[in-house]
Nanobody, 124 residues
Framework: QVPLVESGGGLVQAGGSLRLSCAASGRTFSTYYMGWFRQAPGTEREFVAYINWSGGTTSYADSVKGRFTISRDNAKNTVYLQMNSRKPEVTAVYYC?????????????????WGQGTQVTASA
């Protein structure tokens, strides 16, 4: 098990910024790849961003590319999602996830462990 706890959610305006954090417990954090997903009301959970174990490889959904940045600090067992919103953002619950198995990084089923989510609300 890899307990994951997200934090940093809140209101975000167009043109504003927000940084989400996901803290993991355990000594094996650096062996996991990490992802961020989001789920808006009434929709499926969708992929947002991925980062490999070392931080050397990242991948983003087209909808956030150029605006969001995923990063990690293995010494702190934490992964981050920097959100710079140049347009109105989606109100959604953001989840971080961890995995070790080979698979498509944008697919929810590839990940083994999930946090409880943090709410991000778009503010007009």
């Amino acid at each position: 098990q890899v307990p994951l706890v997200e934090s940093g959610g809140g209101l975000v305006q167009a043109g504003g910024s927000l940084r989400l954090s996901c803290a993991a417990s355990g000594r094996t954090f650096s062996t996991y790849y990490m992802g961020w997903f989001r789920q808006a009301p009434g929709t499926e959970r969708e992929f947002v961003a991925y980062i490999n174990w070392s931080g050397g490889t990242t991948s983003y959904a087209d909808s956030v590319k150029g605006r969001f940045t995923i990063s990690r600090d293995n010494a702190k067992n934490t992964v981050y999602l920097q959100m710079n919103s140049r347009k109105p953002e989606v109100t959604a619950v953001y989840y971080c996830a961890a995995g070790v198995r080979s698979g498509r990084v944008g697919v929810r089923g590839t990940y083994d462990y999930w946090g409880q989510g943090t709410q991000v609300t778009a503010s007009a």
